[in-house]
């Protein structure tokens, strides 16, 4: 859009760009068309726009006719993108903030690209709402503040360089793209503006780590940044003396010497979790069982899995006070269904253990729930989708907190019932085909 349209547009519109807002149009249709490019969108791709305006890159999405979402802030433009695209079906307009704006549903749309040229005065929140664990989005596209932009793609022993560098390195690799001046803009701002791109980091690329412990650690590590982290980060639970002889780090350290490798293996160190490093182990004893769940014999588990011999196992719904299930995706380092969606707590029984015993076990390991005797639902025969497992589930409330092994779970979140369903119906392939059985069990 050029400004000798944007102009009377805003005028229509009696929109006067706000400083507050951080509203700077873009008004250069080759570096609208530039930054959509940058997304490479592929067929089958969704993608999410943040703060559209008028809609300088929303007109060039609606021409590659992916499925998109515009989440616009000023309820005059909002209304305005709802009645420009109401006849282009491809085209979904949000009045909404999108520092609050609940992004869940997208899981069911995925793949999804993130895209957005983002206010000035917020863009580092927008950010960290959309892409901290978990998130939908598997690529982005973002115009920056330049300032912003290079605390980003910042390096150890640099300025830039701090906690909002490594919560978004930990989970995305980014690119800086291009630097845009002034001109690009109506009105123009003070500052250049510069293009990124993000991509999610592939399951294993980095060590398993607990995401609280790692943002706990940095924010206090970076509070006090020229200070050696000796002094900043006592209190921390971190043994730093462990860590200086076990990571080779200079005892005198400061928080911005240190790479995001060694800000994880701190994290790793300072986790406390009984079960950090250890997502299964093969010779586990199982009570082998029959089709009537009378036990056989016992086996170690790398056996009963490899010939699917009958066993057994539960699952646990945890629901928080909306009504909400909580799911978790399974590590990568699970040797069933990795890297996939699964019931909040579930596990196989000890040899001897008995399924309620096993279910309280299993919330108290996976989730940090004490204090619970879960509640009875249903029971599930063996089938190939259980693994050969007879199956009872159970129920359970959430507490404030959840707190679970990295090595087990890569992330989880609350959601809906009836996304969840939706989320099923249109990538089955997104969940351990345990839960899938589980849930409908359950709906039943």
């Not at 809609?55 to 060039?60: C, F, P």
């Not at 707590?345 to 390991?365: K, Q, T």
């Not at 609350?414 to 345990?434: C, H, K, M, V, Y």
């Amino acid at each position: 859009m050029s400004i000798s349209t944007l102009r009377p547009l805003l005028e229509r519109l009696r929109v006067r760009p706000s400083k507050k807002l951080g509203q700077n149009f873009l008004v250069d249709d080759n570096i609208s068309r530039w930054i959509v490019d940058q997304l490479d969108l592929q067929e089958g791709d969704s993608v999410l726009e943040v703060g559209p305006g008028t809609g300088a890159m929303s007109e060039i999405l609606a021409e590659t006719e992916a499925k998109s979402w515009l989440v616009e802030y000023d309820e005059r433009l909002a209304n305005y993108l709802i009645e420009h695209f109401a006849d282009t079906p491809s085209v979904t307009v949000a009045h909404e903030d999108a520092v609050q704006h609940d992004a869940r549903f997208l899981f069911a749309e995925q793949p999804v690209c993130l895209l957005g040229n983002l206010p000035y005065s917020c863009g580092g929140h927008i950010m960290i709402h959309y892409l901290m664990p978990p998130s939908p989005f598997s690529r982005a596209v973002f115009m920056l503040q330049k300032e912003v932009a290079e605390r980003v793609v910042a390096k150890p022993r640099t300025k830039a360089y701090g906690a909002f560098s490594l919560r978004i390195q930990a989970y995305w690799k980014a690119r800086m793209l291009k630097s845009i001046g002034p001109a690009a803009f109506f009105p123009r701002p003070q500052v250049d503006s510069s293009v990124i791109a993000l991509e999610r980091r592939s399951p294993g690329e980095l060590p398993t780590f607990d995401h609280a412990t790692f943002d706990r650690l940095i924010r206090q590590g970076f509070s006090q940044r020229r200070k050696q982290l000796k002094n900043v980060l006592s209190g921390s639970g971190l043994d730093w003396d462990a860590a200086v002889a076990a990571l080779d780090l200079n005892p005198a350290a400061r928080a911005e010497e240190l790479t995001l490798e060694q800000w994880i293996e701190l994290a790793r160190m300072a986790d406390d979790h009984p079960l950090k490093d250890n997502p299964q182990k093969g010779d586990e004893l199982f009570d082998v069982v029959d089709e009537d769940d009378l036990v056989v014999r016992q086996e170690k588990r790398r056996d009963v899995h490899a010939n699917g011999w009958l066993h057994r196992a539960i699952h646990v719904f945890v629901f928080n006070k909306a009504g909400e299930l909580f799911l978790q995706k399974r590590s990568h380092l699970k040797d069933a269904h990795p890297n996939a969606w699964d019931s909040s707590a579930s596990g196989h029984l000890d040899a001897g253990e008995d399924y309620e015993s096993a279910a309280v076990r299993e919330i108290e390991e996976e989730l940090g729930i004490t204090g619970q005797i879960p509640e009875y639902l249903a029971t599930l025969p063996p089938s190939e989708a259980t693994g050969w497992e007879h199956v009872k589930l159970y129920r359970a409330e959430a507490p404030k907190r959840l707190r679970y092994p990295s090595s087990e779970i890569e992330t989880g979140d609350f959601f809906s019932l009836e996304l969840i369903e939706n989320w099923i119906a249109q990538r089955p392939e997104d969940f351990a085909t345990g839960f899938i059985e589980c849930f409908f069990a359950f709906k039943k």
